[in-house]
């Protein structure tokens, strides 16, 4: 008989770890849409910048749980032209 695998696993195997949490379909959804609405952003798409000074992002930000203004930063810094060339 040959001994088991689980108990030859070294620590810090994936057994012993905790396990990563559950993302939930509809946060998956929400991740999704913030995630097309920073493509189209970064695109230039005038729509997408509408987007992301709107109440709808804040919501969208506040049920996965990211402050709205901290994306909208990173947006900012990462893509500067991009919220200038919607302005115009």
């Known amino acids: 008989m040959t001994p088991r695998a689980t108990r030859n696993r070294p620590s810090g195997s994936p057994s012993t770890q905790q396990p990563t949490p559950a993302v ?23 729509a997408a910048a509408e987007f992301i000074r709107g109440r709808y992002f804040n919501f969208y930000c506040d049920l996965i749980g990211v402050h709205p203004d901290y994306l909208r930063r990173q947006l900012q810094t990462h893509f500067p032209s991009a919220l200038e060339a919607t302005h115009q």
Not at 24 to 46: C, E, F, K, N
């Open 24 to 46: 939930s379909p509809a946060a998956r959804l929400v991740i999704a849409i913030l995630h097309q609405a920073a493509h189209d952003y970064a695109a230039g798409s005038p």
